[in-house]
């Protein structure tokens, strides 16, 4: 067995590109009692996120305090006339940078 160093895309995106062991590491930093993920191949839209901000309160109620959100946008191969991983990543920061899901507490990282 081979192990492969970090591939680079070199596309503007390589921060958002977390291996499994950073993401354990960030939410462990951000100290997250529960994460919950979102992976989607298209832009968020008002029901995706009324979807995770439902999630949220959800977890809340059970009594986890400080749930964090993956929000996982797929890097790979998508649909020919989806929209470019760029175009999504630009949203998805738009969707953070907004307010619509709190930035403090949510992870965008590239599932490959």
């Keep these: ?3 492969l160093g970090r591939i680079l895309w070199k596309d503007g995106l390589d921060e958002f590109r977390l291996t499994p062991a950073e993401l354990k590491r960030k939410f462990e930093s951000m100290k997250a009692d529960a994460v ?8 968020i839209h008002n029901g995706h996120a009324l ?5 949220r309160r959800q977890l809340e109620e059970r009594g986890f305090k400080k749930p964090v959100l993956l929000l996982h946008p797929l890097g790979g191969w998508t649909k020919e006339d989806d929209v470019p991983l760029n175009v999504r990543m630009s949203q998805h920061k738009a969707v953070l940078d907004e307010g619509v899901l709190d930035p403090e507490l949510t992870v965008l990282a590239i599932f490959p």
Aim: aromatic share 12%.
């Design 51 to 55: 979807l995770m901000q439902d999630c």
């Design 36 to 43: 919950f993920a979102f992976q989607l191949r298209n832009p």
């Design 1 to 3: 067995v081979e192990v």
